[in-house]
């Protein structure tokens, strides 16, 4: 965003990381309305003074500690993407997009959740992230293209697999259903969404 500051000095960009490591860790304890920056300077060990030195207010905290978070997820998803053996067939792609991806997420339920609160509650940040998953959409089409998988609206028909990626991982570390059978769910997103894209 551009109102926060960008150091250049190692102890500079450190406590920034420290306050945007404290923020992330008490909006996902506390939730965002129970954050203050007062708290978010506590835990970072540093001075109101020395926050506000970084960052205009608690939103740019919020918004670029969950950017960098789901930056560490993405790049290490399409770095073990990448690095499949190539060629490979659509389906072995979305077989490893959606194992990896439940895999790094596994334990990121009660970020995302927060996330999409704030989502649905502040246009500012829903915009913000909004541009973020496009980002994200675009990299997978990429990927796609660079094996010659193509179709038409592939924008689209990546949304929804992420869709449907998303919700699996859901159900694999948030919202588990007693009646469904996930190895059985998992294989027929896998096939949807092969099929889909292909």
Known sequence: MSNVRKPVQKRSIEKKEKILKAGFDLFCEKGYHKTNTIDIAKGAGVSIGALYSYFKDKKDIYVLSFEQYLNSFSKLLFEKLQ??????TLSVFVENWISLY?????????????????MLEDREINH??????????LKIIEMLNEDNINSDNLFEKV??????????????SAFPHNSLKFDVLKSEITKTISNLLS
């Open 83 to 88: 690095g499949l053996k190539k060629p490979y």
């Open 102 to 118: 439940i895999d790094l997420y596994a334990t990121s339920s009660k970020a995302l959740v927060q996330l999409r609160t704030m």
């Open 128 to 137: 913000h992230f909004c541009n973020f998953e496009n980002e994200y959409f």
């Open 159 to 172: 949304y929804i697999s992420c869709i449907l990626v998303d919700a699996l991982n859901r159900e694999k």
